[in-house]
């Protein structure tokens, strides 16, 4: 009985706007006064009666057919009222708001499930008759820790958070409530469903218990009609079938593996922070942290994880560019696996962690430096590595990391790690094959003219492996450069031999421009022969360059040169 718009009287069909009031039984509206029979005086006092209800004469009339069966229900007048109500709000939705509104609930069942995976209901466990509610919990408590252990068979305490009794207390003589567990870590939830089968041997008094997940309502009646339908479609039969719905007991873990080149600069430490809380994973694997002892584990901005480190200590002989570092929620039962009897060496490049499952999960992350390192591992101590894993690992194993070991057999788990000789004795076997050939077919090489260039980045290492290579018996001349189709590389990989012979060309060009023309040509005359003949001779394969600075000054003293003159 509210003022409305746009809905036709029911006796004069104009539209009622004001003092209006609806018939409670067919729905139709009037207005006040002489439409409906009832004074606009007498309207305010209709509105305010709490119980009294107003219908037109139409339905008054006895011979007429009722319009609702529910007229004399009240709630089927409010279920008939939110019906319509339903009925005009999908009319008028809009459906970026219904999407909204999906995505909406889609989260909030996702957040009541993460919330749930790691609860247990127990049914059939006896309930304390202690008065104080926290008697009766820590009686809960401790039968649940004998029940694991004397009737599950597990070796050792499951952490229990908390326990909740489901429902209202039970009368005297009824069945026990439903014992809700919510558990620490989910990964203890999976262990005793892989345990359920050692209840057949168990005490009587365990016997009758049955565990359940902590199901929602809506999942709840989602599993009793897949059970309804099952039972319908056996027929009689289905009471001789126990019906139970499972789900995958499988235990899935999201994990990072990132070289991160340093950590040491908070801004990327809270970059990393936050990529890892918006990708939520379960396990990071870090290499090439960089941090040391002045940087704290609190200093990541990882809460919710615990952070396991070994980080390279800095000093004379080498930098503190190493350090491992493994991260595993708080949630996941895990122990750090003591490397103290490891080299020293060692302990730096490594963190092992046993993930506690039903079969134990050994996770690795090992940080193994370029050649040239002296943190490098050795032959040894990389065998070393893998006994110590195959004496820890007992069930499944993830080795993971930076191991710049191009040389190890990672079929049979044999290292050769130092230097290269194995490469450099098949570059041998290749060059006497090339002699065979060369030999059957008359066509002889000139090893004089032939020279061998070992080429590093930057200085060569200490360690770096040098062989001498022979043709047809002959030893191949060792050279720091090489030139090849114009190009002057060095062992180092730079070009500075390469821009002091394209120097030396130019130069000649210049002077001999300079000896055979006037000194009277005019300017863009010689900027025409600086084009032609000084240019590509400067500039040749001057697209692969990459000069340095020492490089360019010296293009720039013949430019100076060739100006003046």
Known sequence: MSDQTKYPCGECNAECKDASLSCQRCGQWFHAGACSGVPQNFLKNLTKAPGLIWMCKDCLDPGKKPLRDDHE?????????????????????????????????IKKDKQDMEKR??????????ESTA???????????EF??????????LHEDIPVEDTIRLGRPPELGSKPRPLKIVLKYKSDKLEIFRSLRNLKDAEPQYKGISISHDYSNQTREEIKQIISAARAKDGEKAHKYHYSIRGSAKVNYNALLLNTRSLIDFRKRLELADFVRRKDYDIILLTETWLTGEIQNSEMHLPNYNILRADRAKNKQASSHGGVLIGIKNETKHSQVNTDNLPEKLKTSVVVVKIDLSTPL??????????????QLSTNEVDLLFGFLSVHCQGNLI????FNMPDADWETYEANNEGNEGQLSKLQDDINNLQSWSNQNTLLFNYKKCSTTTFTAGRRPKNTTKRDFYLNDQKIAEKATVRDVGLVINEALSWTEHVKVRVAKAMKSFFL???????LLPEHSRAHLYRSIIGPALFFASECWELKKSEFQILESFNKKSSDG
């Open 362 to 375: 050994l996770v690795v992350v090992v940080y193994n430096p370029p050649r040239g390192s002296p943190y």
């Open 131 to 141: 008065k104080r509610s926290e008697e009766r919990q820590t009686a809960d408590e």
């Open 399 to 402: 080795l993971t990391g930076d």
């Open 513 to 519: 421009l300079k000896r055979n023309t006037s000194s």
């Open 117 to 126: 995976e790691s609860n247990l209901v127990l049914f059939n466990v006896p």
């Open 144 to 153: 649940f820790k004998h029940f694991a252990v004397n009737g599950l068979k």
């Open 73 to 105: 229900n009240p709630e089927g007048i409010i279920r008939s009222k939110l019906n319509s109500i339903e009925k005009r709000l999908n009319e008028q939705a809009n459906p970026t708001d219904i999407q909204k509104l999906i995505d909406d609930q």
